[in-house]
């Protein structure tokens, strides 16, 4: 066989087994049903939908539903949540409200963009390479998992403390995150549809202050949604609380502003108003101006 379909059935193994051992943790202290934790069965659920749905995708050659998949995913497990762990509290509907809410809005804006663009560039080369392909689809199983984790765990969680301040902080660190993220992504799109910038670079509105705004804000948001989950983990389900964390590295160090900051410099690398572009615009965070 040769190493790279090796490589990435080896990396498909380890991203099961730390869903698994998150599966775990944020079992602890949850409700069940039939038996079975349900944090446990959500990311059997998390895995398994995106296992089926990259069965017609190899068949098709298509990464078309990838996205749709992963917005359709976040809103199975939290219904899942909600109804299996009969609980209904506010501050699980609120949890459920923002994670749903985020994911409708991303996920129909990602999947229109790959209607209009017809391929996302990520998947050029994979799509036609099952191993890899398939590694791509059971890491969106984790990371839908591993970014719901903390909002699955308060939800499917036997305590439920009243809402408090952190919930007023959390949601407001969300919806300024959100806001950022939808902001950027629509400036984006404007740009895009302008005949004049063909193959040029955005770097206007939220894009003169850093190099990925929507990626600032994503991160944001996530932070906001474990403050508001915080109250209601304790023990073992506290380590849920990776969630912005593992999104911070995911998207700065994996298969976010790596990718595109590769891309873009094979793009726009020789040209000066690329290169004056880098030195004036942080790559994430803002930084206040000299």
Not at 111 to 130: I, L, N, W
């Amino acid at each position: 066989m040769a190493k790279e379909p090796v490589q990435s059935l080896i990396y498909s193994g380890v991203i099961l087994l730390i869903g698994g051992g998150i599966a775990w943790a944020g079992s602890q202290g949850g409700a069940t049903a039939g038996g079975w934790p349900v944090f446990a069965l959500c990311a059997g659920i998390s895995f398994a939908l995106n296992g089926l749905v990259f069965i017609h995708a190899l068949r098709a050659r298509t990464e078309r539903f990838f996205d749709l998949t992963g917005s359709l995913t976040y809103l199975t497990l939290l219904t899942a949540a909600l109804l299996l762990s009969g609980n209904m509290g506010t501050r699980d509907f609120l949890l459920a409200g923002m994670v749903g809410f985020w994911a409708i809005r991303l996920g129909s804006f990602l999947f229109a963009r790959v209607r209009r663009d017809g391929s996302d560039g990520r998947f050029d080369r994979v799509k036609s390479r099952p191993a890899q392909f398939f590694m791509w689809w059971m890491l969106q199983g984790l990371w839908v998992l591993l970014t719901a984790a903390c909002a699955l765990a308060a939800i499917s969680s036997k305590t439920s403390p009243p809402l408090g301040l952190a919930a007023a902080v959390g949601f407001g660190i969300w919806l300024f995150g959100q806001l950022i993220e939808i902001v950027s992504d629509q400036q984006k799109k404007t740009f895009r549809e302008l005949p004049e910038n063909q193959n040029r670079f955005i770097s206007s509105g939220l894009w003169a202050w850093s190099r990925h705004p929507n990626y600032l804000g994503e991160i944001i948001l996530w932070l906001g949604v474990a403050i508001v989950a915080l109250p209601a983990l304790s023990g073992w389900q506290w380590a849920t609380l990776i969630s912005p964390v593992f999104v911070f590295v995911l998207l700065t160090r994996v298969s976010g502003i790596p990718l595109l900051e590769a891309r873009a410099a094979r793009r726009w690398g020789d040209q000066r108003e690329f290169q004056e572009y880098l030195e004036r615009t942080p790559i994430l965070f803002p930084r206040p101006s000299h």
